[in-house]
């Protein structure tokens, strides 16, 4: 019997009783906490991950900060400026020189006299409110001075109260920036120096909480904000000062939410790191405010010189406001290309000054009425004067990283004298200009290069390395290598004289006709230019009228080596061939380098190493490094002094005659031209009492210039010498130099002689016979009379 079955038991389910409002709503309300703290925890769950990376990348901007900081936190270019100009009573100092001194140096033409920087003409004389600067040796307070003059000199230096003064230097002038790759150029100013309407403006216009926030002001955010949203676009920013100057000094222009986190950062870090003052003071000297071509002008100090010519302390208020309302668009708001809208910001800036309390209203009112009153033109930047700037920069690399010169703030003072910069610059603009004319040549065929010197301190007074001298470009006068020319002659010549034993001044030389063979076979027959033999002729005359024959067999006669050491002595660095035809000019020097060699010639025989810079001071006006006279007696004075009467003759009777006819009657000068193969380069190189200068002129494609050295560079030479030139030569000579009169024909002593001439001797040198025609006019009691009657004048 299967078994029997259990009844299952089914129990039936309770409905649940229905819940109650209030049960739902803590039910939500449950749910609500759980997710709650589940995000809480999730919130600082990714915060406690977050947290060490956050300090770490703050711990980075703070190093970022500090470290641009404490190592000089704006990068200042080496300032570069020319020689100051020294007045006393006697200087060679016209009434037009210093005119044009002052026009450089930006000086205005004010009758009251009022601000420093400003003359008026009074009589002959000029009176003058100088502006105080600091050089190498000292301070010169500002000043004001009258100046009368007399036939080119001063006459009387004075203050304008009548009390006599001995010497006053006007400020050198700025040159040139050496400028960072950036192109940045910035004068440095110190808070305390600036006048304090600029950080009244400043504070006004860009930042009224300043004094008042750490870095960020959320209330200028809320005002800017809101400004921007009622007018529809975007008029009013809210960043601080301290927040522009992070982003000018450490992030880069793009927009983005991570560069505005930097910023705020940043600010923060900046204003707790370092005082109001400092931060002010540094965004006085960083802000961008103007650009000049390829150079920006950043700070109040540069730009104060940019708009106004004068240093941002002498800046009255209108002036002050419109550098500040440059702040907010320098390109918008430029004065010189949107003048009416750099006044309406002026004014804006003024009126804000009116409101804060920071200005009396009628001062605001008296400054919106004023003219913009910037210079016409701004001042040049860094190549004012590129040629020159170029030879500063290749002395400076010898001492100095380029890294210091672009932003270590150093102060170079140079030799460079802008007068005689300006005139050899027109000299050789007008000179080729008048070459091409009569010559019929295109214009711009013609290039030239310059280098002027004062002859006894081998200062470097100028340096033109090409037509367009305001250009930068290929500086011919540093790098042009070219053959010299016949002004290889004077060497050659002075080794002959440096042996008064065997040679002097009135020594014969053979010129007649030549040929000599090289090792290969090949026959070198030199020849004068004028094709003519000119039989025997004085060493005096040959050089005097460059005579290849007789060069070219006086060097055989003394040896190529001993000619190649004289030019060493010279200066000459470069390789010479020992080669006869280095006699007449196969060596190849740029100009600079025959300037050193002339220079040489120019001082009596002291090789003095051409020099372009006198001092540096550091930012802080301490001296890092003087750069003195330096002198070496490399060659017997007196055979110097016999070269250069011989260079005498070359300007009154031999090559350089037509020197004539454009130097001023008594303008004594020693010179030498140099003609080159084919007539492609034309040289002079020359020097009277006190400059000495040589000139090239050619083509850079070296095709024939067609021009010999006194038809193409002595002319340019000359007009520099009219120009720059103020004291002859002078005809001292050494203690042991004789004159003697000398018989042209015989060359021995020629007293009464009628074709006799009066030669410098060394002593001992002079021949001691006398000519035939000396003997027979000392029997001629006439003649014994008219001898005794010119000793004695002589």
């Known amino acids: 019997m299967p078994p029997r079955s259990k009844k299952k038991t089914i129990r039936k389910r309770q409905p649940r009783p229905a819940k109650t409002a209030a049960a739902k709503k803590n039910a939500q309300n449950n749910d609500v906490s759980v997710w709650g703290r589940r995000f809480r925890r999730a919130i600082m769950a990714t915060f406690a991950l977050l947290l060490p990376s956050l ?3 703050i711990s980075y901007l703070d190093l970022t900060v500090r470290d641009r900081f404490d190592r000089g936190h704006v990068a200042v270019p080496a300032q570069v400026f020319g020689r100051p100009l020294e007045i006393f009573p006697g200087a060679l100092v016209s009434q037009g020189d210093l005119l044009a001194e002052l026009d450089l140096l930006r000086y205005q033409d004010d009758a009251s006299l009022a601000r420093a920087g400003s003359f008026r003409l009074r009589g002959a004389g000029v009176d003058i409110n100088t502006r105080g600067f600091r050089s190498w040796d000292g301070s010169e307070p500002a000043q004001k001075i009258h100046v009368d003059f007399d036939t080119g000199r001063v006459e009387r230096l004075s203050s304008v109260t009548g009390a006599g003064l001995s010497l006053v230097r006007l400020e050198p002038p700025r040159i040139g920036s050496i400028l960072p790759p950036e192109q940045e150029d910035r004068v440095p100013v110190a808070l305390e120096s600036v006048p304090r ?4 403006a400043l504070i006004a216009s860009e930042d009224r909480g300043y004094f008042r926030h750490h870095g960020l002001d959320f209330k200028a955010i809320a005002r800017a904000l809101w400004a921007n949203l009622a007018a529809g676009s975007v008029v009013q920013g809210g960043s601080t000062l301290t927040q522009q100057l992070v982003k000018n000094l450490f992030l880069e222009p793009e927009r983005s939410l991570v560069r505005k986190f930097n910023e705020a950062i940043m600010a923060l870090i900046l204003e707790f790191r370092y005082s109001k003052e400092q931060i002010l003071e540094t965004y006085l000297n960083e802000v961008y405010l103007g650009q000049d071509g390829g150079r920006s002008i950043h700070g109040f100090g540069r730009a104060s010189q940019f708009y106004f010519d004068r240093p941002v302390a002498q800046l009255r208020l209108h002036e002050v406001a ?6 907010r668009g320098a390109s918008y708001y430029n004065p010189r290309r949107n003048p009416e809208r750099a006044e309406e910001r002026r004014n804006l800036v003024l009126s804000l000054m009116a409101e804060q309390g920071l200005v009396p209203a009628e001062a605001a009112r008296n400054g919106q009425a004023q003219a913009l009153g910037v210079s016409a033109e701004p001042q040049r930047g860094g190549e004012r004067f590129p040629a020159f700037m170029d030879l500063v920069r290749r002395q400076l690399r010898q001492d100095y990283r380029e890294s210091d010169l672009q932003s270590a703030g150093l102060r170079i003072f140079t030799t460079l004298d802008p007068r005689v910069q300006q005139v050899a610059e027109r000299a050789v603009a007008d000179g080729l200009d008048r070459l091409e004319r009569q010559r019929k040549l295109p214009r711009g065929e013609l290039q030239a290069a310059v280098v002027v010197t004062a002859p006894q301190g081998g200062e470097v007074l100028a340096v033109v390395g ?8 290929f500086n011919r006068a540093l790098d042009a290598v070219r053959p010299i020319g016949s002004l290889a002659k004077p060497a050659v010549f002075l080794t002959a004289l440096a042996a008064p034993k065997n040679y002097t001044l ?7 006709p030549l040929r000599l063979r090289n090792e290969q076979g090949t026959v070198w027959a030199p020849r004068n230019y004028d094709r003519k033999s000119h039989g025997t002729v004085s060493l005096r005359e040959a050089l005097a009228h460059s005579y290849n024959q007789a060069t070219v067999r006086l060097g055989l006669a003394l040896g190529v080596d001993r000619v ?5 002595k010279l200066g000459v660095r470069r390789p010479l061939d020992p080669y006869p035809s280095l006699f007449l000019g196969a060596a190849a020097l740029p100009p600079v380098e025959v300037a050193q060699m002339t220079q040489t010639m120019a001082s009596g025989g002291f090789l003095t190493p051409l020099r372009a810079i006198r001092e540096i001071l550091d930012a802080d006006n301490r001296p890092l490094q003087r750069y003195p006279l330096r002198l070496e007696r490399s060659l017997d004075p007196s055979a110097v002094f016999l070269l250069q009467e011989a260079l005498v003759a070359v300007t009154e009777e031999g090559t350089g005659r037509p020197l004539r006819s454009i130097l001023p009657k008594g303008l004594r000068v020693a010179g030498k031209t140099g003609t080159t193969d084919d007539l492609r380069d034309s040289w002079f190189a020359g020097w009277s009492g006190d400059r000495m200068a040589v000139v090239w002129v050619g083509r850079d494609d070296n095709r024939p210039a067609e021009l010999t050295g006194a038809g193409g560079a002595l002319r340019i030479w000359g007009e520099i010498m009219v120009n720059a030139a103020r004291l002859p030569l002078a005809e001292r000579a050494p203690a042991d130099i004789d004159w003697v009169w000398i018989d042209s024909a015989t060359g021995l002593r020629g007293d009464g002689c009628e074709k006799a001439r ?5 002593e001992g040198s002079a021949p001691g016979k006398a000519a035939p025609c000396a003997r027979q006019a000392a029997e001629d009691p006439v003649n014994t009379a008219r001898n005794w009657l010119r000793s004695l004048f002589e």
Do not use: K
């Open 55 to 57: 300090l770490v990348y």
């Open 197 to 200: 309407s600029l950080i009244d």
């Open 322 to 327: 419109l550098l500040v309302a440059l702040v």
């Open 466 to 473: 090409g037509r367009q001298a305001g250009f930068a470009g």
């Open 506 to 512: 009135a020594s014969h030389l053979d010129d007649g």
């Open 564 to 568: 190649i050491e004289t030019f060493r």
């Open 758 to 762: 009066r030669y410098p001797f060394i």
